[in-house]
């Protein structure tokens, strides 16, 4: 495990492919919105207080996880304000967890018919939140960003036949990786050329 202080109130940890295993962060499944999940963070902050005598706190913190390609993981914490709110989910290390805090939904979708079909279908059922869509052109695949449904919205839930449904920390490697077709209103432009 490295780490990396950012500031008073913000790490960088570096996980290998062994010790994200040992944590149990080698699977997607591992990045959840569970007592589970946060069980396993609080692992890795005991690790950075005894490494560098680091602490958050009983306080919420935002932690953000990026897998690395060879299987290990960066994983930035930061502790957050009283008072804020914040569109990503938050950690409480007391296990507390925020109920108003929702993450955007991403999709993945292998090919444009897909991800057509899809913006035209939430069109014609009334979808007016905010909406963005990245495309990747290495790996030839799209994303589409929802940031006003709940996941478990049952009216959405038919996005699952034509696309996979990706865990919200990867949103900002896709930012970051891919270009963005759509800044806002992704799902009406889209629709509009099916």
Known sequence: MEIIKIGDDALKIMLNAEEAIRYGLDSEDAYGDDEETAKIFQKIFAGAKEKIGFEFGSGKVLVQMYQSRDGGC?????????????????????????????????????????????????????????????????????????????????????????AKQMKSVALSYIKEHCECICKKNGVKILSNLL
Not at 98 to 120: D, H, Q, T, W
């Open 74 to 162: 960066e994983i930035f914490i930061s502790r957050l304000e009283v008072g804020v709110t914040y569109k990503d989910k938050t950690i409480s290390l007391d296990n507390k967890r925020s109920k108003n805090l929702i993450s955007p939904s991403l999709y993945r979708f292998e090919n444009l018919e897909n991800l057509l079909s899809v913006s035209a279908r939430m069109e014609s059922i009334g979808y007016t939140g905010r909406s963005s869509v990245y495309h990747d052109s290495r790996r030839g695949e799209y994303y589409l960003v929802l940031d006003d449904i709940y996941p478990k919205e049952l009216r959405y839930a038919f996005i699952g036949e034509y």
